[in-house]
């Protein structure tokens, strides 16, 4: 390590983010994407087709959970779940398909960069509201127009919009 960095404790830094993060979206407005028009990067999510009802019926049951969406991807079904008992993430193996179910909260307040047709970010913003029967998406952003985002790269942070850190986990 250089001489000239300066050493700095853990919650010092997370204090340093915050404040970060709290001067950045402290002119975000809101957005709202249909999810149709941009793509997720980092994610299994919107990657397969969606599953008909009787397959959420099914993984409902499985997970003991609600399914607020599910699809059928390459390794099986993956599912969002409201309250996912357990844990934030479950990969259960099934008779038939085996199913990745993460829960519904790990949407709550992420952190995504917003990428245009190039894959270059335009910026960051905060996932805010997922619609999942109208298929829309609720960003703040401190951006005035989202035209240009053709995707948004998943992050593992949520942070609210005055800076706090509110924990960590992948989508994936």
């Known amino acids: 390590m250089s001489r000239s960095v300066k050493a700095r404790e853990r919650n010092e830094r997370k204090a340093k983010r915050e404040r970060q993060f709290a001067a950045y979206f402290r002119q975000a407005r809101q957005h709202e994407l249909a999810w149709d028009d941009v793509g997720l990067e980092q994610t299994t999510w919107l990657t397969g087709e969606l599953a008909p009802g009787h397959i ?55 952190l995504v960069g917003l990428m245009d047709g190039s894959g270059r970010a335009l910026g960051v913003g905060i996932l ?35 800076g706090t850190e509110l924990g960590h986990g992948e989508i994936a």
């Open 128 to 162: 805010t509201r997922v619609d999942f029967k109208q298929r829309r998406l609720t960003i703040d952003a401190p951006i005035d127009d989202l035209g240009q985002v053709r995707a948004l790269r998943l992050g593992s942070m949520r942070v609210s919009p005055d």
């Open 56 to 110: 959420a019926a099914y993984v409902e049951e499985v997970v003991e959970g609600e399914v607020l969406y599910a699809e059928r991807v390459e390794a099986g079904i993956f599912a969002i779940v409201k309250r996912l008992p357990g844990a934030a993430h479950r990969t259960i193996k099934g008779d038939e398909m085996d199913i990745r179910a993460v829960d519904a909260g790990l949407l709550d307040n992420l």
